[in-house]
C-alpha cells in the first residue's frame, strides 16, 4: 500500500492571501503557532514526572492545502462539518495542466473526452507548487469559465489545484468559487506534488474537521495508489 503526500506544511507564518485593504495596505492570512503549555511549565503539575507541551494555533481557515464548503460562498450552505466522509474520499484523475503563465486561463480541451469524470476528484496540476513561498504564487493560471461548467456537465464531485486559488484574482464574481460549489462541487486549494500522481490509479482524500459553522478548513489531503 502507498500513500503520497499532497499537502503543503503547516507552520507557523506560512504562505497564504494578501487582502488589499481600502487604505493601499494588506491583511496576511497566516498560522501562528505557539506553546500554550510548555515543557518546563507542565512539569510542576505532574511532580516534575513528567512533562507535556499543549500547542496554541491561530489561524484563517483558507490557509495552508484547504477544502471549501458551499458555506464558503452562500450562507445557507452545507458547513464542514456537514460534509460526509464518504464526499470526501473519492477516485481521481489528474490532468497535467503545466507550462501555463500566470493569469492565463484553461479550456475543456485539455481533458481527454474517453476519461471518466463522473463522482471523481479531479486535480489540476499547474506546477505552482514550486512557487510556493514567494511573490509569484500570488499570480497564478487558473480555469476558465467553460472549463466549470464542463466539469459539471460531467458530474465531478470535487476540484483541486496547486495554486493560490481555483479563481483568477481578476475575476470578482469569482466563477469557480460561484459554480462549482453551487453544485454541491468540493473545492481544494494550495495541493502539492501532483506530478507523482501520473499514470497512477489512485484515491484522493481531502477529510477536514468535523468543525461546525466554518466555511473552509485545512486537510492533510493525500493520495492511495491503487495497483
Given at each position: ?40 511549565e507542565s512539569k510542576p503539575k505532574y511532580q516534575g514526572k513528567a512533562s507535556f507541551e499543549i ?154 474537521l468535523k468543525a461546525k459553522n466554518v466555511a473552509a478548513l485545512s486537510i492533510r489531503a493525500f ?5
Open positions: 500500500m502507498k500513500f503520497i503526500d499532497l499537502s503543503h506544511y503547516f507552520e507557523n507564518n506560512m504562505p497564504g492571501f494578501k487582502m488589499k485593504n481600502e487604505d493601499g495596505t494588506y491583511t496576511k492570512y497566516t498560522a501562528n503557532i505557539k506553546p500554550f503549555l510548555t515543557h518546563e500547542t496554541e494555533i491561530l489561524f484563517q481557515t483558507s490557509i495552508g492545502t484547504y477544502i471549501d464548503s458551499p458555506y464558503h460562498r452562500y450562507p445557507d450552505g452545507r458547513d464542514i462539518s456537514e460534509i460526509k466522509i464518504n464526499e470526501v474520499i473519492l477516485a481521481g484523475v489528474v490532468i497535467d495542466v503545466r507550462g501555463r503563465n500566470e493569469f492565463e486561463s484553461v479550456d475543456s480541451d485539455i481533458i481527454p473526452n474517453d476519461l471518466e469524470l463522473e463522482d471523481k476528484a479531479v486535480l489540476f496540476n499547474f506546477g505552482w507548487d514550486k512557487y510556493w513561498g514567494d511573490d509569484k504564487y500570488h499570480s497564478y493560471p487558473y480555469i476558465s469559465e467553460e472549463l466549470i461548467e464542463y466539469l459539471i456537465d460531467r458530474g465531478v464531485r470535487l476540484v483541486g489545484v496547486d495554486t493560490l486559488n481555483i479563481d483568477s484574482s481578476r475575476k470578482m464574481k469569482r466563477p469557480a468559487h460561484t459554480l462549482l460549489l453551487k453544485n454541491e462541487i468540493f473545492i481544494v486549494e494550495n495541493l502539492t506534488g501532483l506530478e507523482e500522481l501520473y499514470g497512477k490509479k489512485f484515491r484522493f482524500f481531502a477529510v477536514p493520495a492511495e495508489i491503487l495497483e
